[in-house]
């Protein structure tokens, strides 16, 4: 049976996220940490949920939330032993139901293939065909890296002070340098390739939330030749998800391989590692790019590939 998602529901629900966790590589989804990551932040508003049961028992959960005209799927779960039932299906229709009153598509926002918190086999050819079969086609594909921080050590920052034609250093919201780095980073990504002119998003306008409060920046005299954002909020029950976030990272073309990439690179994960991070995620655009031998050489290891699928929901919507 599906129905509606109620908070009651949220130690079951919890249950079958941890359920499809890798144990050796992931902590356990908490009921706290999805009460306050999830219903906190989104507020469930906009967000249509629902559970599977099986004899009064929750096996399944999948949430879509809703934006101008999209509905991102961030959560499709069936308990393993209950896999091959139709209960995925029987989730997603009626996420796409839901959807197809208001919104034009559905998109299983990063939806995540050999996952080690989704539990689900990038190479498993069933999965793919699932989503290909009900209409979806798939987007993008992008991988996630990750850093275990705990060898990293604060006087590792030292390193970034190896070139004399810059300097680096990091500015947080509390410190009086902060909006003017971050005036100059909107500046720096609009002069350089259009796929980062995106980063400035990030940064424009007067709002602070976690996504925007670190930067790493590099000067050449006064003006910023490249900066590196991070997150270092704490992890709240949630696997791979929660952990502290690295990126968006840029270097000006006039200054590439000069050293100042490592530099910021280094200076801004040995700050998070201060600040009591175990652990950084990096992923988005230009993980496999130009710098990705600069990801592995300190360090950072693919554990996630990601695969975009999205669904037209039109064609549902004038059959109703």
């Given at each position: ?43 469930w508003k906009d967000t249509h949920a629902c559970v599977a049961e099986n004899e009064g028992q929750v096996v399944g959960f999948a949430a879509g939330v809703s934006g101008d005209v999209t509905v991102r799927v961030p959560y499709l779960h069936v308990e393993p032993e209950y896999r091959g039932c139709r209960i995925g299906t029987q989730l997603i229709e009626k996420i796409e139901d839901l959807a197809a009153e208001r919104e034009s598509c559905v998109t299983l926002g990063g939806f995540v293939l050999r996952s080690p918190f989704h539990g689900v086999d990038a190479a498993d050819s069933t999965s793919i065909a ?191």
């Amino acid at each position: 049976m599906i129905r509606p998602f109620h908070p009651d529901d949220i130690d079951h629900v919890s249950r079958v996220l941890t359920s499809c966790l890798d144990p050796i590589r992931s902590k356990p989804i908490t009921s706290d940490g999805f009460r306050r990551a999830v219903m906190q932040c989104e507020d469930w508003k906009d967000t249509h949920a629902c559970v599977a049961e099986n004899e009064g028992q929750v096996v399944g959960f999948a949430a879509g939330v809703s934006g101008d005209v999209t509905v991102r799927v961030p959560y499709l779960h069936v308990e393993p032993e209950y896999r091959g039932c139709r209960i995925g299906t029987q989730l997603i229709e009626k996420i796409e139901d839901l959807a197809a009153e208001r919104e034009s598509c559905v998109t299983l926002g990063g939806f995540v293939l050999r996952s080690p918190f989704h539990g689900v086999d990038a190479a498993d050819s069933t999965s793919i065909a699932f989503f290909e079969n009900r209409g979806y086609r798939q987007e993008f594909t992008a991988t996630t890296r990750v850093l275990d921080l705990s060898k990293m050590q604060s006087n590792e920052m030292v390193a970034c002070s190896g070139q004399k034609d810059h300097s680096c250093m990091t500015v947080s919201d509390a410190e009086p340098d902060y909006w003017r780095c971050r005036r100059d980073v909107v500046d720096l990504c609009s002069c350089c390739e259009a796929p980062f002119h995106s980063f400035a998003g990030t940064y424009e306008g007067d709002d602070l939330t976690p996504n925007n409060a670190h930067i790493a920046a590099a000067r050449d005299d006064e003006s910023l030749v490249g900066f590196a954002g991070f997150v270092p909020f704490e992890d709240v029950g949630l696997g791979y998800e929660a952990y502290p976030q690295w990126g968006p990272f840029l270097v000006h073309p006039g200054h590439r391989s000069r050293g100042i990439g490592r530099q910021l690179l280094t200076l801004s994960l040995a700050k998070m590692a201060e600040l009591g991070c175990e652990t950084a995620v990096l992923g988005g655009v230009g993980v496999d790019g130009p710098a990705a031998h600069l990801y592995e050489a300190l360090g950072f290891t693919t554990v996630i590939t990601w695969l975009q699928f999205q669904k037209d929901l039109e064609r549902q919507r004038v059959r109703r």
